[in-house]
DNA sequence: ATATTTTACCAAAACGTTTTGGGTGTCAAT
DNA sequence: ATTGACACCCAAAACGTTTTGGTAAAATAT
């Protein structure tokens, strides 16, 4: 069923049927009304190829995921799933396509972005996993297309975006722990060149600054892709060597893991002698005990954020905009009280 | 840059650029080498909607990834991302595009297939997460949609499918631990209503059978999706009723890491004293202490196989085929010798 | 030398929409 | 009665390809 023969069925011309169709106001109420029942009747639905190749609008968002180093460099698949879920229920609601293309490798990721371009001609995308300087940045501006990405970049340039407030959430933790009287707190982060990694240690520090306690790099390790097996037995010194030390923050959940493994050796009780806090993940609350108090990040509003920011440019005609997601801190009895 | 532009620059017809660039045999082989050297330089692609519209075929192959319910059903997300990697690579290999809808509940999900057949027009899919009779297959049939399945229903009805040998998974498992004098060997499985689950209680039974060592109902436990958290003191309590039990296959790595936990407080030493394997997965490697030994199925293996299936199909000129992939045991030490 | 086949190319139609640039009829205002 | 505004509808062009049904020239066979 085509538009063709819906039109003859309904005794219109095409352009009546399409435009009806479409909304347009020179189309009466009645006429509107009956064509939508027909379309629905006859289970008309318009050929998109067609449709985007007269309208010259592709109605469809971009988005490259990789599928390549995933677990290896710690960032977890189900972040993935989360942003992606946010996006998708938006844009199914909107009816506006959703295209992704997958990478296996670096090579395939950057030929994706530029398939996207010049091969699909989508003209919205989503950009994630940052660099601290991004040449798909200049890509994308170059050819006009509108885009919104999932953090930041270093030098916070002119574009949207969204982003998960790092920074803020080790403060959280932070604010949470001194509370508790917890002084000699130690931070095992993952490699700084990391964007987000980074914003942690800056709120790490700021945090020490505000309630006057002294930074030692005693206490604050970075753990490389190499290591995660062996962060255990890194903990596990770093426990012996430095026994004022009374809460570790964890910023992945394996290394979060491997605190636990650390502290049963030492015989030190979680939630009574030491308090671990790490941020969310699948594993924590399934097979991790105790399930740790953690940093809960709200991935698929992030998504959906995402997407209403990109719907609303229209081509040149949009101002910047970006939001920054409020962590929230899930005490599930692991962080204890010190007394004074 | 379009055909008409390109053909302009080169002296020749849209006709001929556009059968230059399909390869057909009525163009010379100079002229083909100098129109593709053209569209090579002036960056020359296609315009997909155009081309769609009047070759009336897609190029595309269809999946829908569902986002919902994925830890908590305890079927795991790396095992998805194989499987795509799988699909994707052979897919850009082959210039293929890969359409793929996300579906956040049963609703969204169900719908996803009729916006693939009927607005995307989509003639070919990958099907998975079969159920025991599967009204999918009867909607791509009635459509003459093109499909593979990765999984089985229970009743192999007439289609193409590539699977992972759940039945001689176990099988693997059972050989390896009988040869090593094991004969009280319990089996963990996760609901059978999941026709995987099924296939592997066969191959548990099977080889009971084979190996003249009696089934019994104390040795077989199903977990369901509730319980995950729970399998820990599940399995204590099976250990503690039944002294005999020398080794404890697991079907889920979150099982098995409850079965960690139940031998520890045993203080019974893995490897030494007992045995457990199961099914390979990201935790496993990673966090697990020790590692576990484990099944590896060959997922991206899987997704490649499907989709040189797919499109091996030729509307309906083709066979029905079908790929059991083959799984691998992989010993890390935690499987140990039994004394006679 | 003529007839036949093969090679290499092309004009025009087709694909199913949207958009452009109208048109006709009705109603209120003059 | 005429004009203008408005509501409602339509024929035809346009989008950028692929495919159809050719033709002319060159190569081969008779």
């Known amino acids: 069923m085509n538009i063709k023969q819906l039109s003859k069925k309904l005794g219109l011309s095409i352009t009546t049927v399409s435009r009806a169709l479409g909304g347009y106001s020179d189309v009466s109420k009645k006429t509107k009304e009956r064509v939508k029942k027909f379309a629905k009747k006859y289970k008309y639905s318009p050929n998109l190829n067609a449709s ?39 844009l199914n609601n909107e009816n506006i396509h959703f295209f992704m293309f997958f990478a ?79 002084k000699n707190i130690c931070y095992i982060n993952i490699a700084e060149s990391y964007n987000f990694a980074y914003q942690r240690k800056q709120g790490y520090l700021k945090s020490l600054k505000k309630f006057n306690i002294k930074y030692t790099n005693k206490y604050y390790i970075t753990i490389t892709n190499e290591e995660p097996k062996k962060s255990a037995n890194l903990i596990k010194k770093l426990l012996i060597k430095n026994k004022k030390i009374t809460a570790i923050i ?32 699948p594993v ?10 953690a940093i809960v ?23 910047h905009q970006n939001f920054l997601a409020k962590p929230k801190l899930i005490d599930r009895g692991t962080i204890h009280k010190v007394s004074k």
Chains 1, 2 share one sequence.
């Not at 968002?61 to 946010?86: C, D, H, K, T």
């Not at 994706?112 to 660099?131: M, P, R, S």
């Not at 997407?307 to 040149?316: A, F, K, N, T, Y």
Request: charged share 25%.
């Open 250 to 281: 964890c910023s992945t959940e394996y290394t979060a893991v491997g605190a636990i493994k650390a502290c049963n050796e030492l015989n030190k009780k979680i939630g009574k002698d030491i308090s671990i806090v790490t941020f969310d993940g």
């Open 104 to 182: 296996n490798n670096a090579e395939e990721e950057k030929q994706a972005y530029n398939k996207l371009i010049f091969v699909e001609k989508v003209t919205k995308i989503i950009l994630h996993n940052l660099k601290t300087n991004d040449d798909r940045i200049k890509l994308l501006t170059k050819n006009k297309i509108n885009f919104v990405t999932w953090g930041r970049t270093k030098d916070l340039k002119n574009y949207s975006w969204v982003d998960l407030d790092n920074q803020g959430s080790i403060e959280l933790i932070m604010q949470h722990l001194v509370e508790k009287n917890h």
């Open 284 to 293: 924590i609350e399934r097979i991790t005990t105790p399930a740790l108090s």
């Open 52 to 90: 985007r190749l007269a309208s010259n609008k592709s109605n469809t968002v971009g988005f490259v995921l990789p599928l390549y180093g995933l677990n290896s460099n710690q960032l977890n698949q189900s972040s993935f799933f989360e942003f992606i879920a946010g996006m998708s229920k938006k």
């Open 297 to 319: 990040h709200p991935r698929e509003q992030l998504g959906i954020k995402a997407v209403e920011m990109l719907l609303s440019m229209d081509g040149d005609n949009y101002k």
